[in-house]
C-alpha cells in the first residue's frame, strides 16, 4: 500500500512537470527585441503626427502576426494602430511608421507594443523586450517646425534667429538633407510635425513623384511652402509648376538697404540687394512689396500656401545680413504661425468635437418615447382585459379560460410593443454623422467630422476608411476603454491598399459608439460669391457649385449673421438684404454653446448644426474675410460601415470670399470691426482669448505686444483718417504705449482715452495693423482684462 502511495505521487509529480516545461518553452518560443526611436532628430510635437521608426529583432522561431502600436494623439480619440510583420528566425527588420499624434498622458500603464502569432483577432499573445515607452524630446504643441531642403544648412542660418520673432522663442529648424540617414517621406504624413518647409535652389522635379505628391498634400492640408528664387524655377517646380504664385523674369531689380529695412521692421542691411523682376499670377497675393517691385507673393493652394520669393533664400550678402531673419520672420508670418499654435494648445479640433459635438450627435430619433403613445396601449389593454374579455368569454361560456388567456395576451401584446418600438434597431445599425468643412478655391474641403453607432447586435464593428481620411474612435466609459489598459483591446486602426480599416471591438447591444478623424475631398465643388456692401445693404449673388441643395445659406461678418436662403444644386441666390455694418469682415469667435439638451426629436439637427458652427469658424481664424455657410443632408466623409446602416449625415459648410465695399462719406470704425492678436514679448507669459465678443481676456503679468488690424482691402477705399482714439479698459494694471512707424519706436499713452487727430496714417503699418504695446501688472486678483478698444474716424473715397 505505501508503495502504491509512492508511485502515485511520482506520477503526478511528473504529470505537473509535464504541464509546466511546455508553457516555459512557449512562453520562450517567440523572444522578440524591439527598439522604437520618435520624430526628427529625436524631437517631436505632442498632439501633431509624428514619425516612428522601430527596429524588431527576432531571437526565438519564426514569426508571422500582427503588431499593436499602442499609443494615441488624444486622451478623448484613441486607437491603436496594428500592422502585419514577417520575421523570420534571428532576423532583424526596421519598419517606420506614422503616429497620427501623441499625447502628452500618464494614465496608461500598458506597454507601447503588443504582438499577437497569426492575428490579433485570434491569435495569442507574445511577450517581447525593449521599448515600453516612448522616449524622446516632446515640445509643446505650440512649436513651430521648419523643414529645410538646401545642399549646404549654412546658407540658411538665418533661420535658426527666428525664435526671437516668435511668441515664446519657439522655434525648431530641421536641415532634412544633413540629417544621417533620414530618407524623405513618401507620404504627406512624414511632413505633418512641419509648420513650414523651405525650399533652397533645390529641384522639386529631382523628387521621387511619390516625393512630390507627398508634399503637395501637405501644403494642401495646411503647409506652408517657401520657395527661394532660382534659375529657371519654373522648369524645376515639378508638381507645383501652375501653382507658383510669380513668374520670374531675366532683369534684376536693386532694393535699397533702407526699402530692406523698412520691410522687415526696423532690421539691419548694410548694401542693397538684386532680385528678380517678376509678375504675379492668378490668383497670387503680394506678401512683400518695395513700391511695384516684388519680393516675395503667396497663393493659396488647398488649405494651405506657397510663399515665393525674388530672391534667393541662400545667397550672399543677404543671408548673413543681420536683418535678414527679421525679413523672413515677415515673409511667412511667424508672429501669426506662432500664436495661431498657442492658441489651439492643448484645444485639438477631435478633442473639441468630443466634448462639443459628440453628445448631440448621440442622440438618435429612436430613443424619443411617445407618452401619449404608451398612454393609449395602457387604456386599450385594461379595456381588452377587463370589460371586453370578460364580455366576449361570458357571451361564449368560457370564463375558466382566463387565467391562460390573459397572460397570453399580455405576453403578445409586451412582444408586439417591442418590435414597433425597436423596429429601427432591430434590422440594421443606425449612424448619425456630422462634418464641418472649409471650403477651399480650388473646389477642395477640408474638416472634420464625428460619426455615432447605435448597434443592432453584440461585437465587433468594422468601417472601412479611404486615403483622405483618418477616424478614431473616442473614448465611452460605458463600452469603451477607461483610463489604463491595452489600446488594441477596445479599437484599432490597420492600413490597406484603400486607406484604412478602423475595428470598434466588443461593442454592447444597442449600445452607442462614436468616432472621429480629419476628412479631405478633393473637386467636390464650392460658391461663386459676388456680394458688396454699401449704405449698409448687401446685393449681389450666390452661385452654387456644388452637386446637391444647400440650405440655410447664411452670411457672417463679425458678430452680425444675415440668412439669405437656400440654393438649389447649381443654382443662384440673389442677394438683397439689410447689414447694419461698415464693413464686412472675419467672423468672431463664437464661445457660447446651447448645452440644453433636445426634448424632442425635430431639436436635434439644428442643435448638430450650431455645435458644427461654433467649431467651424476658427477654420477660418487667419482668413480675415467673411464668411458663407451652409449645410446639406449629405454624406461626404470616405467611412463607410462594413454592414448596411441606416445613414442620418449632414455636413456644414464655411467659405471665406473677398467682400465689396463701397464707402460713401465720413465712418466710423469700433472695435469689433478690427482683427485682435497678441503676441507675448516676455518670457512665461501667457494669455487665453475667453470672449471675442465682449473684449474679454485672460493675461498673466508679463510684456505684450497687440496687433490691431483693419479688414482686408479697407484702406483701398479711405481717402482720409481724421481721428484715432486709444481707450485703455484696465488702468490699474495696464500701461500703453503705441507703435510710431516713422520714428521706429514705442510712444507711451498717458491718457486712459488717447485721442490722435494728425498724420494718424504713421501709427498703422504696411498691412494697415496698430501695434499697441501692453504691460500688464502686477495682478493680484487673477479676474479678466479687457485688451485696449480702439476708435477710427475718417472719411471714404
Known amino acids: 500500500m505505501k508503495k502504491t502511495n509512492i508511485t502515485a ?31 526628427v532628430s529625436g524631437k517631436a510635437k505632442y498632439e501633431s503626427l509624428v514619425p516612428l521608426h522601430v527596429t524588431v529583432k527576432n531571437n526565438g522561431a519564426d514569426f508571422s502576426g500582427d503588431m499593436a502600436i499602442n499609443a494615441s494623439g488624444s486622451y478623448q480619440a484613441a486607437s491603436a494602430l496594428v500592422l502585419p510583420i514577417d520575421i523570420a528566425a534571428g532576423e532583424e527588420k526596421t519598419f517606420d511608421f506614422y503616429l497620427d499624434g501623441l499625447a502628452d498622458y500618464s494614465y496608461s500603464d500598458a506597454d507601447l507594443f503588443a504582438f499577437y502569432e497569426g492575428s490579433i483577432e ?24 521648419i523643414y529645410t531642403l538646401t545642399d549646404k544648412s549654412d546658407r540658411l542660418s538665418a533661420f535658426l534667429r527666428l525664435s526671437q520673432f516668435a511668441a515664446q522663442n519657439n522655434v525648431e529648424v530641421f536641415n532634412l538633407k544633413q540629417i544621417k540617414e533620414y530618407t524623405l517621406p513618401e507620404e504627406a ?16 522635379a529631382d523628387l521621387s513623384q511619390k516625393q512630390q505628391q507627398a508634399l503637395s498634400k501637405w501644403v494642401q492640408d495646411g503647409g506652408t511652402l517657401l520657395v527661394g528664387a532660382a534659375d529657371q524655377i519654373n522648369a524645376t517646380a515639378g508638381i507645383f509648376k501652375e501653382d507658383l504664385p510669380l513668374t520670374l523674369s531675366q532683369q534684376m531689380i536693386s532694393i535699397s538697404a533702407d526699402s530692406l529695412s523698412k520691410l522687415s521692421g526696423g532690421g539691419i542691411f548694410s548694401q542693397p540687394i538684386s ?5 504675379e499670377n492668378q490668383g497670387s497675393i503680394p506678401v512683400l512689396t518695395d513700391n511695384n517691385t516684388i519680393l516675395a507673393s503667396k497663393k493659396k493652394v488647398g488649405s494651405g500656401e506657397i510663399i515665393q520669393t525674388t530672391f534667393s533664400l541662400g545667397d550672399q550678402p543677404l543671408a548673413s545680413m543681420e536683418g535678414y531673419a527679421a525679413l523672413m520672420a515677415k515673409t511667412v508670418n511667424i508672429q501669426g504661425i506662432s500664436q495661431q499654435g498657442m492658441m489651439m494648445r492643448g484645444q485639438s479640433t477631435i478633442n473639441q468635437v ?48 382566463a387565467w391562460w388567456i390573459i397572460p397570453a395576451i399580455s405576453v403578445v401584446l409586451s412582444i ?23 471650403v477651399n478655391e480650388d473646389s477642395s474641403l ?11 447586435r453584440s461585437g465587433d464593428f468594422v468601417v472601412n476608411v479611404d486615403k483622405d481620411t483618418s477616424a478614431f474612435g473616442l473614448r465611452n466609459y460605458n463600452n469603451f476603454s477607461g483610463t489604463t489598459g491595452n489600446l488594441h483591446e477596445t479599437s484599432y486602426i490597420k492600413e490597406n491598399a484603400n486607406g484604412s480599416t478602423l475595428t470598434l471591438r466588443n461593442l454592447s447591444y444597442w449600445s452607442v459608439q462614436s468616432f472621429a478623424g480629419k476628412s479631405a475631398a478633393q473637386n467636390i465643388g464650392k460658391m461663386d460669391i459676388d456680394i458688396t456692401l454699401k449704405n449698409e445693404k448687401l446685393t449681389g449673388t450666390i452661385k452654387n457649385n456644388f452637386p446637391f441643395a444647400l440650405k440655410d445659406v447664411t452670411l457672417i461678418s463679425g458678430i452680425k449673421e444675415v440668412k439669405l436662403g437656400d440654393i438649389e444644386a447649381n443654382g443662384t441666390l440673389k442677394v438683397d438684404n439689410e447689414l447694419t455694418t461698415t464693413v464686412l469682415q472675419k467672423p468672431s469667435t463664437f464661445t457660447s454653446y446651447n448645452y440644453n439638451y433636445p426634448t424632442k426629436k425635430e431639436e436635434v439637427n439644428p442643435l448638430r448644426i450650431e455645435r458644427m458652427k461654433s467649431l467651424a469658424i476658427p477654420l477660418v481664424e487667419n482668413e480675415k474675410k467673411p464668411v458663407i455657410t451652409a449645410w446639406a443632408d449629405q454624406a461626404i466623409v470616405g467611412v463607410e460601415l462594413e454592414t448596411s446602416a441606416n445613414m442620418s449625415p449632414i455636413s456644414y459648410f464655411i467659405q471665406p470670399f473677398d467682400g465689396k465695399v463701397e464707402l460713401s462719406g465720413p465712418f466710423t470704425m469700433k472695435r469689433n470691426n478690427f482683427t485682435y492678436s497678441v503676441n507675448p514679448q516676455s518670457t512665461n507669459s501667457y494669455y487665453e482669448k475667453m470672449d471675442e465678443q465682449l473684449n474679454k481676456w485672460q493675461l498673466s503679468d508679463g510684456l505684450y505686444e497687440v496687433s490691431i488690424a483693419m479688414p482686408d482691402n479697407f484702406m483701398s477705399s479711405v481717402q482720409t483718417l481724421n481721428e484715432l482714439t486709444v481707450s485703455n479698459k484696465d488702468v490699474n494694471r495696464m500701461q500703453l504705449s503705441i507703435w510710431n512707424n516713422e520714428t521706429k519706436n514705442y510712444e507711451p499713452l498717458v491718457d486712459t482715452k488717447q485721442v490722435f487727430t494728425d498724420h494718424i496714417t504713421k501709427y498703422f503699418n504696411e498691412d494697415s495693423e496698430l501695434l499697441i504695446e501692453v504691460k500688464f501688472g502686477p495682478d493680484q486678483t487673477g479676474e479678466q482684462t479687457k485688451l485696449p478698444e480702439v476708435e477710427l474716424k475718417g472719411v471714404a473715397k
Open 9 to 39: 505521487l511520482i506520477l503526478l509529480f511528473m504529470l505537473v512537470i509535464s504541464f509546466i516545461l511546455p508553457m516555459e518553452q512557449a512562453k520562450a518560443a517567440a523572444t522578440l527585441e524591439v527598439q522604437a526611436k520618435v520624430g
Open 122 to 145: 485570434k491569435g495569442k499573445k507574445v511577450d517581447y523586450k525593449g521599448t515600453k515607452r516612448l522616449q524622446g524630446n516632446f515640445l509643446d504643441p505650440a512649436s513651430v517646425f
Open 189 to 204: 504624413q512624414g511632413f505633418a510635425m512641419a509648420n513650414i518647409i523651405v525650399i533652397d535652389e533645390i529641384a522639386i
Open 275 to 279: 532680385v528678380y523682376a517678376a509678375t
Open 354 to 401: 468630443s466634448y462639443d459635438l459628440r453628445d448631440v450627435n448621440e442622440l438618435f430619433p429612436s430613443f424619443e418615447v411617445s407618452v401619449s403613445y404608451i398612454l393609449i396601449v395602457i387604456i386599450l389593454y385594461i379595456l381588452i382585459i377587463g370589460p371586453v374579455l370578460y364580455f366576449v368569454l361570458k357571451k361564449i361560456d368560457k370564463r375558466e379560460h
Open 416 to 438: 408586439a410593443l417591442f418590435i414597433i418600438g425597436a423596429k429601427d434597431r432591430i434590422v440594421q445599425p443606425q449612424v448619425q454623422q456630422s462634418a464641418f468643412y472649409k
Open 446 to 456: 477640408n474638416g472634420y467630422y464625428v460619426e455615432s453607432i447605435l448597434t443592432n
